[in-house]
């Protein structure tokens, strides 16, 4: 079955530049939610779409954005990067804005 | 502010043995509780998951209990086997409300399953 794609898988960036993950949900599912696992931490929630609309705000730096598109893959853009923003990012979809999530790979970024 | 805790950073367990892995939360809003099995370099994988109206829920060697009034759940893994060696999640989330079903994880307990 299809999964939950992210790309790229690792992404080595240095200081203030900016950086752009990307996530395919598996088709038909309507929600993504992006999570940042820092080193030995647990995923903290950053954001969510639900239809193309932003649908809930976690912990998410202003530096950072994010989208849906018609074709309800999202972006994360990243700007301004700083060395505390290397960590593992997911994504994940559901369908209908709830229940089981489905998480991709991640993409590993690094930041010097 | 831990909202889900997973007391126990680590797990070791013999083949063909009853794992128990614990969780509680104290965020009385969360109605929806999922477990995940993670692999280094890997994304988390869905095992199994709780709604708050029910007590228990089973799938194959995985079963789910939760005490609403003691703010706790337990996953079981019976028999244990040497490929369920990982990090599990416990995660929850508050689908009544308006987050629109985002989770908030525990820190993750590392099973080993020793044959």
């Known amino acids: 079955a299809a999964g939950v794609i992210q790309s790229p898988r690792h992404l080595i960036k240095e200081k203030r530049e900016t950086a752009t993950l990307k996530c395919y949900p598996i088709?038909?599912?309507?929600?993504v939610y992006w999570y940042q696992q820092g080193p030995g931490q647990d995923p903290q929630f950053l954001i969510s779409?639900?239809?193309?609309?932003?649908?809930d705000k976690g912990s998410i730096p202003d530096r950072f954005s994010a989208q849906q598109f018609s074709d309800y893959h999202s972006e994360l853009n990243m700007s301004s990067l700083e060395l505390g923003d290397s960590a593992l990012y997911f994504c994940?979809?559901?369908?209908?804005?709830?229940?089981?999530?489905?998480f991709g790979p991640g993409t590993r970024l690094t930041v010097t | 502010d831990q909202q889900v805790k997973q007391n126990s950073p680590s797990l070791s367990v013999q083949e063909g043995r009853i794992s128990i892995l614990n969780c509680d939360y104290t965020?009385?809003?969360?109605?929806?509780f999922l477990w995940y099995k993670k692999y280094p370099a890997e994304g988390p994988t869905f095992l199994i998951s709780?709604?708050?109206?029910?007590d228990k829920n089973e799938d194959g060697r995985f079963t789910v209990f939760l005490n609403k009034s003691a703010k706790h759940l337990s996953l079981h893994i019976v028999p244990s086997q040497p490929g369920d060696s990982a990090v599990y999640f416990c995660?929850?989330?508050?689908?009544?409300?308006?987050?629109?079903?985002?989770?908030?994880f525990g820190q993750g307990t590392i099973l080993t399953v020793h044959p």
């Open positions: 709780i709604s708050s109206i029910k």
């Open positions: 994940a979809s559901s369908l209908g804005g709830g229940g089981e999530q489905y």
């Open positions: 779409f639900y239809e193309k609309m932003q649908s």
């Open positions: 965020n009385s809003m969360f109605d929806y």
């Open positions: 995660a929850a989330s508050a689908l009544g409300g308006t987050s629109y079903g985002k989770l908030t």
């Open positions: 088709p038909r599912h309507d929600t």
